[in-house]
T-cell receptor, first 114, second 112 residues
Framework: DSGVTQTPKHLITATGQRVTLRCSPR?????VYWYQQSLDQGLQFLIQ???????AKGNILERFSAQQFPDLHSELNLSSLELGDSALYFC?????????????FGPGTRLLVL | EDKVVQSPLSLVVHEGDTVTLNCSYE??????LLWYKQEKKAPTFLFML????IEKKSGRLSSILDKKELFSILNITATQTGDSAIYLC????????????FGPGTRLSVLP
């Protein structure tokens, strides 16, 4: 158990819908990362937050957005969902968001878009 | 285009064998290379490499980076069935945060 929690574990929804995935980092960690893992694309970095501020942006679609709240939990919002958005979404956290730090991954949220 | 290539994509060995997994990369402004092990769900961190030629070891696993030739290897000696997993290589660039690109992974199966 990494100490990173994600909810929900599974989510099934329809195309065109909007969902919110939630992540609570390890106690004391200030930085949160979001990743998407699909069968055809592999693991992709989406976005990083540090202490409420966006720090780095990867391959995140415009239909997706994220934020980190004052209590340091983070939410990833996915809107206008398409079939291709079906994937496992991971959240990871680290203390300072520095490249030299280990990131600890949560168990993931499996999203299925029908 | 930044990319990370891993080979082989899949490998089947028997317990006790030694395996070498390869990761090569092409990224601008390289910062570090990371290895992860992914079993059923979330990846778990193995190593972070930033300097060439310095081997990192953890038990039966070791890894080394060659920044001149732009590759890294992950060695696993005396493999066990518990080593069966997907091994992911990721490369970070970015002066400030940690922007990453991941390779496709190597699926290792260790048979008893």
């Amino acid at each position: 158990d990494s100490g990173v929690t994600q909810t929900p574990k599974h989510l099934i929804t329809a195309t065109g819908q909007r969902v919110t995935l939630r992540c609570s980092p390890r106690s004391g960690d200030l930085s949160v990362y979001w990743y998407q893992q699909s069968l055809d694309q592999g693991l992709q970095f989406l976005i990083q937050y540090y202490n409420g501020e966006e720090r780095a942006k990867g391959n995140i679609l415009e239909r997706f957005s994220a934020q980190q709240f004052p209590d340091l939990h983070s939410e990833l919002n996915l809107s206008s969902l398409e079939l291709g958005d079906s994937a496992l979404y991971f959240c990871a956290s680290s203390v300072f968001g520095d490249r030299r730090e280990t990131q600890y991954f949560g168990p993931g949220t499996r999203l299925l878009v029908l | 285009e930044d990319k990370v290539v891993q080979s082989p994509l899949s490998l089947v060995v028997h317990e006790g064998d030694t395996v070498t997994l390869n990761c090569s990369y092409e990224v601008t402004n390289f910062r570090s290379l990371l290895w992860y092990k992914q079993e059923k769900k979330a990846p778990t961190f193995l190593f972070m490499l930033t300097s060439s030629g310095i081997e990192k070891k953890s038990g039966r696993l070791s890894s080394i980076l060659d920044k001149k030739e732009l590759f890294s290897i992950l060695n696993i000696t005396a493999t066990q069935t518990g080593d069966s997993a997907i091994y992911l290589c990721a490369v970070s660039w970015d002066n400030y945060g940690q922007n990453f690109v991941f390779g496709p992974g190597t699926r290792l199966s260790v048979l008893p």
